[in-house]
Nanobody, 116 residues
Framework: QVQVVESGGGLVQPGGSLRLSCVAS????????MGWYRQAPGKQRELVAA???????NYADSVKGRFTISRDNAKKAVYLQMNILNPQDTAVYLC??????????WGQGTQVTVSS
């Protein structure tokens, strides 16, 4: 009933920028929270940035000051502006959407590679 679709990943040089987009397809449902995790080889999945059901914004310490999460409630969309990217940001980025009265839905992931 709900599909989460990510876009915007790719290859970028250190110091560059990317913007990720995520859309929850079923606008009939109320979204409690949306955000981004990332998974790098050999590392645990970590929360990057999110809007919580309580209305707060959370960021990983490693991305504070460089990444900015934003949202468009009408479109049921969330965006992640990533600036001053470094090789440690290389990972698969996964979007999630918490749907009111249902569960957490996940996107398939989009690859971000930061390399010269």
């Amino acid at each position: 009933q709900v599909q989460v679709v990510e876009s915007g990943g790719g290859l970028v040089q250190p110091g560059g920028s990317l913007r990720l987009s995520c859309v929850a397809s079923r606008s009939i449902f109320s979204i409690d929270g949306m955000g981004w995790y990332r998974q790098a080889p050999g590392k645990q999945r970590e929360l990057v940035a999110a809007f919580t059901s309580g209305g707060n914004t959370n960021y990983a310490d490693s991305v504070k000051g460089r990444f900015t999460i934003s949202r468009d409630n009408a479109k049921k969309a969330v965006y992640l502006q990533m600036n001053i990217l470094n090789p440690q940001d290389t990972a698969v980025y996964l979007c999630f959407a918490d749907v009111l009265g249902r569960r957490r839905y996940w996107g398939q992931g989009t690859q971000v590679t930061v390399s010269s």
